[in-house]
């Protein structure tokens, strides 16, 4: 009986040994299914203008930066910016600033050995009547196969695009606003001082504001010009815009102001906000001075009280004596 146990326990740490042995494999079969599915595209971006009628054309870099032979497929997709500028590619039907009727992308399939470069070109052709703003649309490198990783079902295609940024001439639409500029806190140790800028583009095609932000002391007095960090905001979007200052400033009450130039005429934005400079050392010795003065103030007033008594006691008797 216990030769019988004794070999079931073996035989069942062999199970255990294989089962071990077996998963890792897996999740290492996927982890390397998923890696190899590798491609760039260059340059990410292309901000491109026109006039109604003209046509545009340019080219990328698809590049296969996998250890394998892979297939690939090009096509054009609308997408969509947050405010911290990162794309998102949405459906066809979520964005009326879609270029793909205007586009077209040779080749459309072709195959890369590991390392292997491919341009691919693309022609952007303007309708006559097309009107006056901002097209866009992200031009895609993906694997023209469905492959299925083992085990998970997910499809491994992976996607990555270069983002198309057409202002077409006319009469366009420039509106923008500041939605917030702020600093993290109201009072500073010292520096760096981190500025925060929301931007509101109420327009029909994309801004690239630049400016500046100013910084005056507690005189009126220039302290500091920080150049303005220049993104692009997209129609009916906000973009945060975060910068830092992080030369020494001296103690005191600061003025930061927003001066920012948008669309073709200049139109301007501005905002303030005042800060201070102001370390937790000097509150305390502040403070403690205060507490000092305080002090001593009452330790002085007691003290006359003192005096005044005495003196009234000291002119009592002879005031007797000359009565007498």
Same mark, same amino acid.
């Given at each position: 009986m ?21 998963l890792?494999a897996? @999740? ?6 998923? *890696?190899?599915?590798?491609?760039? @595209? ?7 203008s ?6 545009? +054309?340019?080219?990328?870099? %698809?590049v296969?930066?996998?250890?394998? %032979? ?13 405010? =911290?500028?990162?794309? &998102?590619?949405?459906?066809?039907d *979520?964005?009326i600033y879609?270029l793909?009727?205007?586009?077209? !992308?040779?080749?459309? +399939? ?5 390392l ?8 952007i052709?303007?309708p006559v ?11 895609l ?7 299925? %990783? ?8 992976? &996607? ?10 006319? /009469? !366009? ?7 917030e500029? +702020? %600093?993290?806190?109201?009072?500073f140790e010292?520096?760096?001082?981190t500025?925060?800028s929301r ?15 100013t910084?005056?002391?507690i005189f ?25 200052? /992080?030369?020494? =400033? &001296?103690?005191g ?10 669309g073709?005429?200049? /139109? ?6 005042v800060f ?7 509150i ?6 205060l507490i ?11 003290? +006359?009280?003192?005096?005044? &008594?005495?003196?009234?006691?000291a002119?009592?008797?002879?005031s007797?004596?000359?009565m007498?």
């Open positions: 216990k030769i019988v146990n004794c070999k079931l326990r073996i035989l069942a740490l062999v199970v255990l040994v294989l089962v071990f042995s077996v890792p897996n @999740i290492r079969a996927q982890e390397a299914t998923v *890696d190899q599915a590798k491609v760039s @595209i260059s340059p990410p971006l292309f901000e491109l026109a006039k109604p009628g003209d046509t545009i +054309k340019s080219s990328m870099k %698809v296969n930066t996998s250890g394998i %032979v892979q297939k690939y497929q090009m096509g054009i997709q609308p997408f969509v910016g947050n405010e =911290l500028g990162q794309a &998102k590619i949405v459906a066809e *979520d964005s879609f793909k009727n205007w586009t077209k !992308i040779t080749p459309s +399939k072709f195959t890369l050995t590991p292997q470069t491919q341009v691919v070109k693309f022609v052709t303007i009547n097309a009107e006056p703003g901002g097209q866009y649309g992200s031009i490198a993906y694997l023209a196969n469905n492959d299925k %990783v083992s085990g998970t079902g997910a499809v491994t295609r992976t &996607k990555v695009g270069s983002l198309i940024l057409v202002a077409v001439a006319g /009469d !366009i639409s420039y509106s923008a606003y500041v939605k500029f +702020k %600093v993290d806190k109201i009072r010292h520096s760096p001082i500025f925060n931007i509101h583009n109420n327009g029909s095609v994309h801004i690239k504001p630049k400016g500046f932000i910084l005056t002391n009126g007095r220039k302290t500091a010009s920080i150049d303005f960090d220049q993104k692009n905001i997209f129609p009916k979007a906000d973009r945060l815009i975060t910068q830092s200052y /992080d030369q020494p =400033l &001296k103690i009450r600061y003025v930061a102001t927003l001066n920012i130039l948008y073709e005429k200049g /139109d301007q934005l501005s905002s303030e906000l201070y400079v102001f370390p937790m050392w000097l305390i010795l502040c403070i403690a001075l000092l003065f305080v002090l001593l103030f009452i330790y002085r007033k007691r003290q +006359k009280r003192k005096f005044a &008594k005495l003196l009234r006691a002119k009592a008797p002879r007797i004596r000359r007498g």
